[in-house]
């Protein structure tokens, strides 16, 4: 029996119904050709592009909600030229600087935010790669966070090799998060300084390393709808375990501070969007989900989301984690 009613489906697209339906039976179902024609339909149909969305993630939805937390375990200094980033060194922003924390800050931090609720806790740095002798001090703060919480650790340390790969699995790491940004078609107006297919090598060594890779990228750098598309499914491809979605928040000094923001609307789409083409994997929506979602917040989840990170981000703040906390409970777990 189809999962949608027949009085819903009078109301819905029926190319919709139809590309919603197949992917309900099979979750690569999905064509580019599908996915585009669900990116054009009229803003008109975009809350029934989000009800089908939230349809499919129940239908493939492995675990309850993820709450990820992070902290900014080293700023700023980065020689990559990202248009986006407050980090780059490229850019003259009025952000914090600072060389890698100690142990002890970012085991205090990871206890602090698995106090406050959150179920994973990422080292993010700064920079195209770290240095050993900085590996090994992630290493053994994964150990000790590892030791002492339940937490999923997972680290965002830019380009691996092997070899790191296997240090950071052993040494307590399960997720690995790097992110493509953007499409590969896009990509030479996002960032100029190292090859899009560096970041693709990273997700695959992590992978093969027996980490779960978590990769996703910036929405509203000025990409169009298929170039969303081809993002989506290129993640498909690597098959990996997490989508992070960011929305672009313009930061001053930055190539890209004068962007306008996606509107509520045609965000929740995207994440709907990238719900359809890959209905069985985390999507988790992350920075910039308050300036450009604002009173939509709530939306995220219906929207086919099934976590998005709690507390700040690495150089903009976020909402409380209790604000977060109380908008789960009006969730439906059901």
């Known amino acids: ?186 990509f030479d107006q996002v960032c100029t300084t190292h090859d899009y297919d560096e970041d693709i090598n990273t997700v695959k060594l992590a992978k093969a390393s027996g980490l779960k890779a978590c990769s996703g990228g910036i929405l509203g750098l000025g990409e169009t709808w298929e170039q969303r598309v081809e993002m989506a499914f290129t993640l498909k491809e690597l098959d990996v375990d997490g989508i992070p979605i960011n929305f672009l928040n313009p930061i001053p000094g930055t190539k890209m501070q004068d962007r306008p923001l996606l509107s509520p609307m045609e965000a929740l789409k995207c994440i709907a969007l990238f719900r359809f083409i890959n209905p069985d994997k985390n999507i988790l929506i992350c920075g910039g989900r308050e300036v450009t979602l604002r009173d939509y917040q709530s939306w995220l989840m219906l929207a086919g989301a099934n976590g998005f990170m709690i507390g700040n981000y690495l150089t903009t703040q976020g909402r409380t984690i209790q604000s977060d906390l109380d908008m789960l409970k009006e969730y439906p777990s059901k």
């Open 1 to 186: 029996m189809p999962v949608l009613t027949e009085r819903k489906i009078m109301m819905f697209n029926k190319n919709l119904i139809e590309i919603t339906e197949k992917i309900l039976r099979d979750k690569d179902a999905i064509s580019y050709d599908d996915a585009c024609e669900l990116a054009h339909l009229p803003e008109d149909e975009t809350i029934d592009v989000l009800f089908c969305a939230h349809t499919i993630k129940k239908r493939y939805e492995k675990q309850g909600v993820i709450l990820c937390s992070i902290i900014n375990a080293k700023s700023g200094f980065c020689s990559e030229d990202c248009a986006f980033c407050a980090q780059s060194s490229h850019h003259t922003t009025e952000i914090k600087t600072y060389d890698l924390l100690d142990e002890t800050q970012i085991l205090e931090n990871a206890l602090q935010l698995k106090k406050e609720g959150a179920t994973r806790y990422s080292m993010v740095t700064s920079g195209l790669r770290l240095t050993e002798k900085e590996i090994d001090a992630i290493c053994r703060s994964a150990e000790a966070i590892v030791a002492k919480t339940n937490l999923t650790v997972c680290t965002s340390l830019g380009t691996l090799t092997a070899s790191r790969a296997e240090k950071l699995k052993e040494g307590g790491v399960s997720v690995y998060h790097h992110n493509l940004e953007t499409a590969r078609s896009f």
